[in-house]
């Protein structure tokens, strides 16, 4: 199981950290992405790791911005998000896929595993 947190109202050029934290099985097992969906909108990859953090993926709209990081001891894996932009509004979900290859998946489909999602709203 999967629990997305760290979401909330931001203003623009604001920082916010969202945590997924796993419960039931050892995450170090796992490739995690971090995907968003705005109203109307596909949900999206904006950041992607493989099982031990070597292998990391940014979407263009957030590189430079957002940071994925993974901390296999406390089961968590972390989404720094710097310089937001009013067009990063929207519900943020994690998702893992059981995988010990030294690559990451950016498509909703390879993973098995989904959090509930947590709102990211960034103000003008």
């Known amino acids: 199981q999967l629990q997305a947190s760290g979401g909330g109202l931001v203003q623009a050029g604001g920082s916010l950290r969202l945590s997924c934290a796993a419960s039931?099985?050892?995450?170090?097992?796992?490739?995690v992405g971090w995907f968003r969906q705005a109203p109307g909108k596909e949900r999206e990859c904006v950041a992607a790791?493989?099982?031990?953090?070597?292998?990391?993926y940014y979407a263009a709209s957030v590189k430079g911005r957002f940071t994925i990081s993974r901390d296999n001891a406390k089961n968590t894996v972390y989404l720094q998000m710097n310089s937001l932009k009013p067009e990063d509004t929207a519900v943020y979900y994690c998702a893992a896929k059981f995988s010990r290859a030294s690559y990451y998946y950016t498509s909703v489909g390879r993973y098995d595993y989904w959090g509930q999602g947590t709102q990211v709203t960034v103000s003008s």
């Open positions: 790791t493989n099982w031990n953090g070597v292998s990391t």
């Open positions: 039931g099985r050892t995450f170090n097992d796992y490739a």
